[in-house]
């Protein structure tokens, strides 16, 4: 909803202050979002794979691994020989 | 913030929006009364609404809530208000009621909202998703889950980065930062507590290692990755994505348990947990699922067949308070326990742990009014003043309770119980409405 010809986002703006942490928070998962979507360009991953590429805890990439999956960034691509671990890559958005 | 200082006049107004809440109200609507529902969430359906699927049937729990839900939504006689709460309430000389309404901002025109979730897309912000307890993220604009209700987008002010994506990207123009804290006074002629519950922190137990090690979760966060509307692609334990196979189930937590100060059964988990370990079993065919029980109390009509059935698919049930759990480097978990049928304590390995957690009640329910003593039972559930008599009685004349919030029960006890708490207050209105009420 515009407020006249201005966006409401900037009369919050004028008397709110964002948190430092909910800008480090968006910082981070950028970064992380980057290195996770750079990760699978070239092949299919598990969690265990993309922790050692990317170097971060495997419970940390599961956990923004599905929300790339929820925000229709990758997608399933089958499971390992083992039946342990699924392969996630990039999804095909046209 | 916004004084509105009408006042606004409904029959009845019934605190919480759960499965109690919404049958109460929907049945003091469909008598004719004008109901003002209230749930301080974003959404009605309360907890049932997040589950799988239902004991003892296997119903899909969404599939019976999303219908009673839609129905109270397009009740002509109900006003739905999310993100609010009722406080100050104060019962006048006449039986009614008059209570204070305060609605915090969504950021957005619910009316307006598509649900299209384009400003979804645009937020660029990342935070952990309390839908889907911590499992995985959402954005700061966001729609609770796909069958919310209303289906609107809300903004998440404290964690939103005031970036401006998601009302550039809005096609309606429904998203307005200026909105405001709103608080305005109602006079209504019955209220319904319906207030529910809210589940054990299973923190409270560290030797069972809660937010220590990522394999022990809780019950609830089971019943999310259950659900059609899962955080994961399927179960998988949140240390790595692997496919769990070998996945216990630690009973009474945080019930029965002086230590805790929850010492009364909680009357779902050991139901609850044996669905959930049906439902694994057909999620994860190859999966062992063990049950770690004090006591099986199947009491409901068909959950002793229900834990039978169990049974006779291959989940194991073992008698045994668990001690402890350690954490294998690896993941897995080792639990201490002993076998009550053997009396050895022993030790076994599992790849995943779920805390069947317990229900407590919700706090804050007495607090609301100021003239008037809502007492609470010992165990700080709503009293019920004569519970022979009519469960849903309290003791302030006029106020009913429905639901949880008077005591742990499951899904039909609750709508049984709003079913008496609506009787009851569509009582009560006639006798205030007649001028036979004085308090």
């Known amino acids: 909803m515009s407020n006249g010809n201005k966006k409401t986002v900037l009369i919050l703006k004028e008397k709110r202050q964002v948190p430092q942490k909910v800008k480090d928070n968006l910082k981070y998962f950028v970064k992380i979002k980057k290195e996770i979507l750079k990760a699978l360009k070239d092949k299919k991953m598990t969690v265990p794979e993309l922790s050692e590429v990317i170097n971060k805890p495997k419970d940390e990439i599961l956990y923004y691994l599905m929300s790339l999956l929820k925000y229709g960034f990758v997608e399933v691509d089958g499971i390992d020989d083992m039946d342990e671990y699924f392969y996630y890559k990039l999804k095909d958005n046209g | ?439």
């Open chain 2, 1 to 439: 913030m916004q004084d509105n200082q009408k006042i606004k006049e409904y029959d009845a107004l019934v605190i919480g929006a759960g499965i109690a809440g919404g049958e109460a109200a929907l049945n003091l609507a469909n008598l004719g009364n004008k109901v003002l529902l209230i749930d301080k969430d974003l959404t009605v359906g309360g907890k049932m609404i997040m589950l799988s699927k239902v004991f003892p049937t296997l119903d899909c729990s969404a599939c019976i809530t999303t219908p009673k839900v839609s129905e109270i939504a397009r009740h002509s006689n109900i006003t739905v208000l999310t993100s609010t709460e009722a406080s100050d309430i104060i019962q006048k000389d006449d039986g009614t009621f008059e209570a204070l309404i305060t609605t915090q901002p969504r950021y957005v025109v619910v009316e307006d909202c598509t649900g299209c979730q384009l400003c979804e897309e645009a937020c660029p912000v990342n935070v952990e998703d309390e839908y889907q307890y911590g499992l995985a993220g959402r954005k700061a604009a966001f729609i609770p889950f796909s069958i919310a209700s209303p289906r609107a987008a809300a903004i998440d002010i404290e964690n939103c980065t005031l970036c401006g994506a998601c009302e550039r990207a809005c096609p309606t123009h429904c998203i307005d930062f200026t909105q405001t804290e709103e608080k305005y006074t109602i006079s209504c002629k019955t209220v319904v507590a319906a207030t529910g519950f809210q589940l054990f922190d299973p923190t409270l137990i560290p030797r069972y290692g809660f937010g220590r090690f990522k394999n022990v979760i809780t019950s609830m966060q089971m019943e999310r990755q259950l659900a059609p509307t899962r955080p994961f692609n399927t179960v998988l334990r949140p240390s790595d994505g692997k496919m769990p196979d070998n996945i216990a189930y630690i009973l009474c937590t945080g019930s029965r348990d002086k230590t805790v100060g929850t010492p009364i059964c909680s009357q779902v988990c050991c139901m609850y947990s044996t669905k959930q370990a049906q439902l694994l079993m057909g999620a994860l065919p190859m999966a062992d699922i063990t049950l770690y029980y004090l006591h099986i109390r199947a009491f409901g009509k068909g959950f002793n067949e229900f834990y039978a059935q169990a049974q006779s698919m291959g989940v194991e049930f073992v008698k045994g308070k668990v001690a402890k759990i350690t954490e294998k480097e690896d993941g897995n978990l080792i639990l201490r326990y002993e076998d009550i049928n053997t009396g050895k304590v022993t030790e076994t390995e599992h790849d995943m742990v779920v805390l069947s957690v317990g229900i407590l009640p919700n706090e804050g329910i007495t607090g609301l009014f100021t003239n008037r003593k809502l007492e609470l039972d010992p165990f700080n559930y709503v009293s019920q003043s004569s519970p022979l008599e009519s469960p849903a009685m309290t003791t302030v004349d006029g106020v009913f309770v429905a639901g949880t919030a008077s005591g742990p029960m499951d899904i039909p006890d609750s709508i049984l119980s709003a079913g008496a708490a609506s009787s009851e207050a569509a009582n009560y209105i006639r006798k205030v409405s007649q001028n036979k009420v004085t308090v």
